[in-house]
């Protein structure tokens, strides 16, 4: 059974959701605070945290880059927040998904079980002598450590991950950015798809393994 961590001071949101979760098999813990909330996780496991952007005692954006210094779990940030800035913030931080309030419960649970089916996949991906540690969020050729930021780490992953498939700028800003890539001009997905090249192959300009599929899109290409 999934065990999922609520750090959330909305005690009826709290009740709500635990409920709800707990008829789909969901175990759950829930924390109104960031202090209670790093207690949890100090002293049990735990497979997903929904957190609240704002708590009694800081708020989302601290307790999640507190978080990712010792630990990977996924993390889906609800927030009353409304300002693009808030959810470039979260992501660039490390949050997985965000969501804003009020929310679908149906959609809520689908990016769960979505974010918990990622964790569950291969720890080690290794494709054209490139290792990716989804456990560290580090890439290596060889012994060597190639440094990315986090988005061209996310979007490598996401390339490699669907290998030998093209997909779509538009696939591509749901899933790095968001839906209709709102948030970013028409030219983020190629600016950094050139940054990914520039660090990954040995001719930028004639790459072998991120490969342009005109007029569709991009593709990694496994040798």
């Not at 210094?69 to 409304?82: D, G, V």
């Not at 780490?153 to 390339?159: A, G, I, N, T």
Request: charged share 30%; glycine share 6%.
């Amino acid at each position: 059974m999934k065990k999922i961590l609520m750090i959330e001071d909305d005690t009826d949101l709290q009740e709500g959701l635990s409920f709800s979760l707990r008829l789909d098999r969901y175990e759950t813990a829930c924390a109104s605070t960031c202090r209670e909330g790093l207690s949890f996780l100090n002293t049990g496991h735990f497979d997903l945290i929904l957190l609240d952007c704002n708590l009694p005692d800081g708020n989302g954006f601290d307790l999640c880059s507190q978080i990712r210094t010792f630990s990977q779990i996924p993390i889906l940030m609800l927030t009353a927040r409304e300002t693009e800035m808030d959810e470039v913030k979260a992501l660039e931080l490390g949050v997985d998904d965000y969501m804003r309030k009020p929310f679908s419960l149906a959609v809520l649970k689908a990016r769960i079980k979505k974010l918990l089916q990622h964790a569950e996949s291969p720890r080690l991906l290794v494709s054209n002598g490139i290792t990716i540690d989804k456990g560290t969020c580090t890439v290596t050729r060889g012994t060597a450590e190639i440094i990315f930021s986090q988005t061209e780490y996310r979007l490598l992953l996401y390339l490699v991950e669907n290998k030998n498939r093209v997909l779509s700028k538009d696939q591509i800003l749901e899933h790095i950015w968001d839906s209709g890539g709102k948030f970013v001009d028409d030219n983020t997905v190629s600016v950094n798809i050139r940054r990914l090249r520039t660090k990954i192959e040995e001719d930028a300009s004639n790459p072998r393994f991120l490969r342009t599929v005109y007029g569709l899109g991009y593709l990694w290409k496994e040798e």
